[in-house]
């Protein structure tokens, strides 16, 4: 039969099936007669018990009554049957929890605390949060110098403390100032008054006070009621009156005159009609400085009746501008002074003025009874007209837009036409940029672009048959060149046999001395003395020329030109022979030696590592050098060990590799180098041949296994054979360059580029 399970009221709360557990009518795991494995569940409950099934979450199935410690609160709480509330103590926490009456919750946010009524939350202090600060009341004890305890009441906002207030006035010891009240000038000793002590001036009360000993204007100064102007009665004041309204002051007894801001502009109105204004000043007496005729419209300036609209008594000094809109103004004046340097005619008050035909005949008109002197403008010449000569001043030029065009002896620089028929003796003479002096033609010099041209419809013609001397070196196709430039310029072609001189480098380097022998780089230097040419030894270390040359006959060469080429077709009959008529079968004698084709080679040690050798045969390779012989050939494979590099883009170069070359020629016999092939590892491999740990690393042919008894021979004999032997030679097409980049005649041949020959 099954468990029927009830609560402590009787009710039944899960009827438990034999065998079964149940695991969502409670927190606990409900235990069904006869369920296997029951130990472990019953121990959890009892786990869970102890602990108050303590969790950041409340249990997912609880009944009323039950028990649960809020690990994230730290807080044993009761379930309700409706939720988990506190079972006791206060709650510390950000957001108000679950609360019955009589709880109490510290907001740790805003640091206040506050219990629940039942109904509703009531806070209990402080007054004010975390976020306003200190405010509000502060009730403090302060001991005084005279040794007594005096009650004080401190009043601060938002954690500023704005004042005291006291009951007497008393000195507080210095140890118990309000540092707030002291003031290095009004208050040193902190001193506390009876009645209200605020902590700065600019506290203001607001709303009505019966009496006050002193009020305290804008700027915080405190004054007596003395101190103010009376309103019903006489008074002086030895400060200024401020009236800071636009009606202003009215004075007279009919209210005659008001000063007032009136349409933007300070206004003097008299209010009554034809009410003259005098404005006095005491000069020693008083006298009437400004006087408006209100009836007649005139204003005189130091002129008591002024009998015009202006009436001036006395000089006129005007800063601004004057217009005079009348028909006539005369000017009764013994000197007239105008400060301005310009004076303008024929414009009118509103700035507006004509065109040319308007301006004709204006200008300046001298009246005399000699007749008139006059510097108008004529519009039908369009220029200035002078009736009178013009003489200037010693020094003095005529000019033309700021240019010097004629001056007492000398024409300006900028008058490039004239209809000048004659000229006397020219000891100099510019044209534009050219200069003529003597037998001397000159660019100008201050201009580094400049250079002369001629030009002519015919071809141009030196008379005489004389030399043209003094060409520098061309730089283009057309430039004019010295007989010993076209001497050191000209191309050379040879054929020449190389059979049995190498390949590659040392070929070339060969060819270039060949080419240096019959075509020296260098030249047959110019003499600074020409007597000398019997005595001067040439390049190269030639002899001296013969003695039968003079200055007179001697043609000097001259060194090549930078880039001059040489093109040599190479003969060689080093290869391509070909034998006839000769029986060598018939008279050779052969001896064989059985031996086994098992291949073994000693390992050599490396001594040098060198990159880069210069062979275009074997592109990018790597040249190595042992300390003994090697007898290794090309083709064969070998194994590099032990290798190591100071520096580089490679820590060595240890590997597999391919004898590209068994030797250098000039090492010949001796085999002590060859070269292996780097392409595929050593991009921009470079040592400088001095990086490399010398005696560490080393080389060894890979041995080849094969089968015993190979024959091999042992020696050949030949008896007398007769017969022919023909060759086919190799022929090559090379092209040489001198190097001679500085032209100062230093150069030498060096090999460029091999090229395609058409037979």
Same mark, same amino acid.
């Given at each position: 039969?099954?468990?029927?399970?009830?609560?402590?009221?009787?009710?039944?709360?899960?009827?438990?099936?034999?065998?079964?557990?149940?695991?969502?009518?409670?927190?606990?795991?409900?235990?069904?007669?006869?369920?296997?494995?029951?130990? #472990?569940?019953?121990?959890?409950?009892?786990? &869970?018990?102890?602990?108050?099934?303590?969790?950041?979450?409340?249990?997912?199935?609880?009944?009323?009554?039950?028990?649960?410690?809020?690990?994230?609160?730290? &807080?044993?709480?009761?379930?309700?049957?409706?939720?988990?509330?506190?079972?006791?103590?206060?709650?510390?926490?950000?957001?108000?929890?679950?609360?019955?009456?009589?709880?109490?919750?510290?907001?740790?946010?805003?640091?206040?605390?506050?219990?629940?009524?039942?109904?509703?939350?009531?806070?209990?202090?402080?007054?004010?949060?975390?976020?306003?600060?200190?405010?509000?009341?502060?009730?403090?004890?302060?001991?005084?110098?005279?040794?007594?305890?005096?009650?004080?009441?401190?009043?601060?906002?938002?954690?500023?403390?704005?004042?005291?207030?006291?009951?007497?006035?008393?000195?507080?010891?210095?140890?118990?100032?309000?540092?707030?009240?002291?003031?290095?000038?009004?208050?040193?000793?902190?001193?506390?008054?009876?009645?209200?002590?605020?902590?700065?001036?600019?506290?203001?009360?607001?709303?009505?006070?019966?009496?006050?000993?002193?009020?305290?204007?804008?700027?915080?100064?405190?004054?007596?009621?003395?101190?103010?102007?009376?309103?019903?009665?006489?008074?002086?004041?030895?400060?200024?009156?401020?009236?800071?309204?636009?009606?202003?002051?009215?004075?007279?007894?009919?209210?005659?005159?008001?000063?007032?801001?009136?349409?933007?502009?300070?206004?003097? #109105?008299?209010?009554?009609?034809?009410?003259?204004?005098?404005?006095?000043?005491?000069?020693?007496?008083?006298?009437?400085?400004?006087?408006?005729?209100?009836?007649?419209?005139?204003?005189?300036?130091?002129?008591?009746?002024?009998?015009?609209?202006?009436?001036?008594?006395?000089?006129?000094?005007?800063?601004?501008?004057?217009?005079?809109?009348?028909?006539?103004?005369?000017?009764?004046?013994?000197?007239?002074?105008?400060?301005?340097?310009?004076? #303008?005619?024929?414009?009118?008050?509103?700035?507006?003025?004509?065109?040319?035909?308007?301006?004709?005949?204006?200008?300046?008109?001298?009246?005399?009874?000699?007749?008139?002197?006059?510097?108008?403008?004529?519009?039908?010449?369009?220029?200035?007209?002078?009736?009178?000569?013009?003489?200037?001043?010693?020094?003095?030029?005529?000019?033309?837009?700021?240019?010097?065009?004629?001056?007492?002896?000398?024409?300006?620089?900028?008058?490039?036409?004239?209809?000048?028929?004659?000229?006397?003796?020219?000891?100099?003479?510019?044209?534009?940029?050219?200069?003529?002096?003597?037998?001397?033609?000159?660019?100008?010099?201050?201009?580094?672009?400049?250079?002369?041209?001629?030009?002519?419809?015919?071809?141009?013609?030196?008379?005489?048959?004389?030399?043209?001397?003094?060409?520098?070196?061309?730089?283009?196709?057309?430039?004019?060149?010295?007989?010993?430039?076209?001497?050191?310029?000209?191309?050379?072609?040879?054929?020449?046999?190389?059979?049995?001189?190498?390949?590659?480098?040392?070929?070339?380097?060969?060819?270039?001395?060949?080419?240096?022998?019959?075509?020296?780089?260098?030249?047959?230097?110019?003499?600074?003395?020409?007597?000398?040419?019997?005595?001067?030894?040439?390049?190269?270390?030639?002899?001296?020329?013969?003695?039968?040359?003079?200055?007179?006959?001697?043609?000097?060469?001259?060194?090549?030109?930078?880039?001059?080429?040489?093109?040599?077709?190479?003969?060689?009959?080093?290869?391509?022979?070909?034998?006839?008529?000769?029986?060598?079968?018939?008279?050779?004698?052969?001896?064989?030696?059985?031996?086994?084709?098992?291949?073994?080679?000693?390992?050599?040690?490396?001594?040098?590592?060198?990159?880069?050798?210069?062979?275009?045969?074997?592109?990018?390779?790597?040249?190595?050098?042992?300390?003994?012989?090697?007898?290794?050939?090309?083709?064969?494979?070998?194994?590099?060990?032990?290798?190591?590099?100071?520096?580089?883009?490679?820590?060595?170069?240890?590997?597999?590799?391919?004898?590209?070359?068994?030797?250098?020629?000039?090492?010949?016999?001796?085999?002590? +180098?060859?070269?292996?092939?780097?392409?595929?590892?050593?991009?921009?491999?470079?040592?400088?041949?001095?990086?490399?740990?010398?005696?560490?690393?080393?080389?060894?042919?890979?041995?080849?296994?094969?089968?015993?008894?190979?024959?091999?021979?042992?020696?050949?004999?030949?008896?007398?054979?007769?017969?022919?032997?023909?060759?086919?030679?190799?022929?090559?097409?090379?092209?040489?360059?001198?190097?001679?980049? +500085?032209?100062?005649?230093?150069?030498?041949? #060096?090999?460029?580029?091999?090229?395609?020959?058409?037979?």
């Amino acid at each position: 039969m099954g468990y029927k399970l009830n609560k402590t009221d009787g009710s039944l709360l899960v009827d438990l099936i034999d065998g079964q557990i149940d695991t969502t009518s409670s927190d606990l795991t409900l235990i069904g007669r006869n369920y296997t494995g029951f130990g #472990e569940v019953l121990n959890e409950n009892f786990i &869970k018990v102890l602990e108050n099934f303590a969790n950041t979450t409340a249990p997912a199935n609880p009944i009323k009554g039950q028990l649960w410690y809020d690990s994230s609160e730290n &807080k044993l709480k009761i379930y309700n049957g409706t939720a988990f509330v506190s079972g006791g103590g206060t709650t510390v926490a950000t957001t108000q929890p679950n609360m019955v009456a009589g709880d109490l919750w510290i907001d740790s946010s805003k640091q206040q605390m506050y219990f629940f009524d039942g109904t509703a939350l009531k806070l209990v202090g402080p007054d004010y949060s975390l976020a306003q600060g200190t405010s509000g009341w502060e009730v403090i004890s302060i001991l005084d110098t005279q040794n007594q305890t005096r009650t004080v009441i401190k009043f601060s906002i938002q954690g500023s403390l704005v004042g005291a207030w006291a009951n007497v006035d008393f000195t507080p010891v210095p140890t118990q100032q309000i540092t707030e009240l002291v003031n290095a000038t009004t208050n040193p000793n902190g001193a506390i008054y009876k009645g209200f002590n605020a902590v700065q001036d600019s506290f203001i009360y607001r709303g009505v006070v019966s009496k006050a000993q002193n009020l305290t204007n804008a700027a915080g100064i405190p004054r007596t009621g003395d101190q103010y102007l009376y309103a019903d009665a006489n008074d002086t004041t030895t400060g200024s009156i401020t009236v800071q309204n636009n009606a202003g002051v009215i004075v007279g007894l009919n209210n005659n005159t008001q000063l007032k801001f009136d349409s933007n502009a300070f206004t003097i #109105e008299n209010v009554l009609t034809n009410q003259d204004f005098n404005l006095k000043v005491r000069n020693p007496t008083a006298t009437s400085a400004i006087k408006v005729d209100a009836t007649n419209s005139y204003v005189g300036i130091f002129q008591a009746t002024p009998t015009k609209t202006l009436d001036v008594g006395g000089d006129v000094n005007i800063s601004g501008n004057l217009t005079v809109s009348g028909t006539q103004t005369n000017i009764s004046v013994t000197n007239l002074q105008v400060k301005d340097k310009n004076i #303008e005619l024929a414009i009118d008050d509103a700035g507006v003025f004509g065109d040319d035909t308007a301006a004709d005949q204006g200008g300046i008109i001298l009246k005399s009874t000699g007749g008139d002197k006059s510097f108008v403008w004529a519009d039908g010449t369009d220029s200035w007209t002078s009736s009178e000569n013009i003489d200037l001043a010693v020094g003095k030029t005529f000019k033309v837009n700021t240019n010097i065009v004629l001056s007492e002896t000398t024409l300006g620089s900028q008058v490039v036409n004239s209809s000048l028929t004659n000229v006397g003796t020219l000891t100099a003479l510019q044209i534009d940029e050219i200069m003529i002096d003597g037998m001397t033609i000159e660019a100008d010099s201050s201009n580094a672009s400049n250079k002369i041209q001629l030009k002519s419809p015919q071809p141009i013609t030196i008379m005489d048959s004389q030399r043209i001397t003094g060409l520098g070196t061309p730089a283009d196709p057309s430039d004019a060149v010295t007989k010993a430039y076209v001497d050191g310029s000209v191309s050379v072609g040879i054929e020449l046999d190389i059979s049995g001189q190498g390949s590659g480098t040392t070929l070339w380097n060969w060819i270039c001395k060949v080419l240096e022998d019959l075509y020296p780089a260098k030249g047959y230097s110019a003499l600074s003395n020409p007597n000398a040419w019997a005595t001067y030894a040439q390049p190269n270390g030639e002899p001296p020329l013969n003695t039968n040359v003079t200055a007179a006959n001697a043609v000097p060469i001259g060194s090549k030109s930078h880039g001059v080429l040489a093109r040599v077709r190479t003969v060689d009959y080093g290869s391509g022979g070909a034998v006839s008529g000769i029986n060598v079968d018939g008279v050779k004698l052969i001896d064989y030696s059985p031996v086994d084709q098992t291949v073994t080679a000693a390992q050599r040690t490396i001594n040098a590592v060198v990159t880069g050798v210069d062979d275009n045969s074997l592109g990018q390779t790597t040249k190595l050098t042992m300390t003994v012989s090697h007898y290794y050939e090309a083709g064969q494979a070998v194994v590099v060990t032990g290798t190591t590099f100071g520096a580089g883009p490679v820590a060595n170069i240890n590997g597999n590799y391919t004898v590209q070359a068994a030797e250098f020629i000039a090492e010949s016999p001796n085999y002590v +180098s060859l070269t292996i092939n780097l392409d595929s590892s050593a991009t921009g491999l470079n040592f400088a041949g001095g990086n490399y740990n010398a005696n560490s690393g080393t080389i060894e042919r890979t041995p080849v296994v094969g089968n015993a008894n190979k024959q091999v021979v042992e020696d050949i004999t030949f008896s007398t054979a007769s017969g022919n032997i023909g060759f086919t030679p190799t022929r090559t097409l090379l092209q040489f360059i001198v190097n001679d980049p +500085s032209g100062n005649g230093t150069g030498a041949w #060096e090999y460029d580029r091999t090229l395609t020959h058409s037979t």
